[in-house]
Nanobody, 121 residues
Framework: QVQLVESGGGSVQPGGSLRLSCAAS????????MGWYRQAPGKSRELVAS???????NYADSVKGRFTISRDNAKNTVALQMNSLKPEDTAVYYC???????????????WGQGTQVTVSS
């Protein structure tokens, strides 16, 4: 199992910045990618950004140019720097880790408990 603990989040005015951090523990050697998802009220959970062990990152179109994901493989942490925040960024943000579970390459998703981000004037 992989355990994920998030920190950061909170409330900010439009145009402001926040930084989310997530630390992984447990079977961290099995992690192949980490990332952030978000879920707004009444909406499905969506990918915000992800980053593989190689450092290759992927972003949702809605956050490109505003958010930056980074990873410290040695410390098993992932961070999301969020700039130029908009009211539509308001959501619960979840840390995610993708772990390989067998030699065939099957994977399982692990989730943090979620942290609220509110962007409002």
């Amino acid at each position: 199992q992989v355990q994920l603990v998030e920190s950061g989040g909170g409330s900010v005015q439009p145009g402001g910045s926040l930084r989310l951090s997530c630390a992984a523990s447990g079977r961290t050697f099995a992690i192949s990618a980490m990332g952030w998802y978000r879920q707004a009220p009444g909406k499905s959970r969506e990918l915000v950004a992800s980053i593989r062990n190689s450092g290759s990152a992927n972003y949702a179109d809605s956050v490109k140019g505003r958010f930056t994901i980074s990873r410290d493989n040695a410390k098993n942490t992932v961070a999301l720097q969020m700039n130029s925040l908009k009211p539509e960024d308001t959501a619960v943000y979840y840390c995610n880790a993708v772990a390989t579970v067998n030699v065939e390459g099957a994977t399982v998703y692990h989730w943090g408990q979620g942290t609220q981000v509110t962007v409002s004037s």
